[in-house]
């Protein structure tokens, strides 16, 4: 099972970006998804989930500005970031609970990718 993450660059401040998650390899069902980043020197954060039924859930601070979707046909799932702000430059990184058989699940994590929000 492979995850990774792409769609990251550098984006003007109240501008858009839209990630994407895809999980590929070997797989049963991929169920929730999270999607974390981390700042230089910090621990990773929880930015945003969706759990394979779509229910979704935000970090206060990306509340109102992204959002999360998927698409449970192509493994893949999104992450819709609008009206960026400076603050908001991290690397992004997307953590899948995924089953490889329908007995398991663990959790994979892609290798992240760099969001820099510029003035």
């Known amino acids: 099972v492979h995850v990774e993450e792409s769609g990251g660059g550098l984006v003007q401040a109240g501008g858009s970006l839209r990630l994407s998650c895809v999980a590929s390899?070997?797989?049963?069902?991929?169920?929730?998804v999270e999607w974390y980043r981390q700042f230089p020197g910090q621990e990773r954060d929880l930015v945003a989930r969706?759990?394979?039924?779509?229910?979704?859930n935000y970090a206060d601070s990306v509340k109102g500005r992204f959002s999360v979707s998927r698409d449970n046909a192509k493994n893949t799932v999104y992450l819709q970031m609008n009206n960026v702000k400076v603050e908001d430059s991290a690397v992004y990184y997307c953590?899948?609970?995924?089953?490889?058989?329908?007995?398991?699940?663990?959790?994979?994590w892609g290798q992240g990718t760099q969001v820099t929000v510029s003035l």
């Open positions: 390899g070997s797989i049963y069902r991929v169920n929730a």
């Open positions: 953590k899948g609970e995924i089953q490889p058989h329908r007995n398991y699940e663990f959790e994979y």
């Open positions: 969706v759990t394979r039924d779509g229910e979704t």
